[in-house]
């Protein structure tokens, strides 16, 4: 199944460079992973696991996976620079305004 196929069937559109796979896990689960690619290799961005059992189809159980590890992904990078802009606000806070 290609990149733009998992689109047509409900996956999130990512932006380029980054890339679902999906493995078959212990316990009977799917493991949907969400990967950046990089000059040789690629590097795990965020994962999480589904059961296609849960699901009607198997299509299903990995759009909802990668739905999943797609919003996860996006809820830490906004965390990410929410604690970049509380940086500023790090150190001492003098009432008398000096150092």
């Not at 799917?30 to 009607?56: A, I, M, N």
């Not at 500023?88 to 008398?96: I, N, R, V």
Request: net charge positive.
């Amino acid at each position: 199944m290609s990149m733009l196929d998992l689109i047509n069937a409900g996956a999130p559109p990512l932006p380029a460079g980054y890339f679902y796979r999906v493995q078959p896990a212990d316990l009977g689960l799917l493991r949907v992973e969400l990967r950046r690619q990089g000059r040789w290799f690629s590097s795990g961005v965020q994962d999480t696991y589904v059961r296609p059992g849960d699901y009607p189809t198997a299509e299903a159980a990995v759009v909802a996976g990668c739905q999943r590890v797609e919003q996860w992904w996006r809820e830490r990078l906004a965390n990410m620079r929410a604690l970049d802009e509380a940086r500023a606000w790090h150190g001492d806070h003098d009432p008398k305004g000096g150092r």
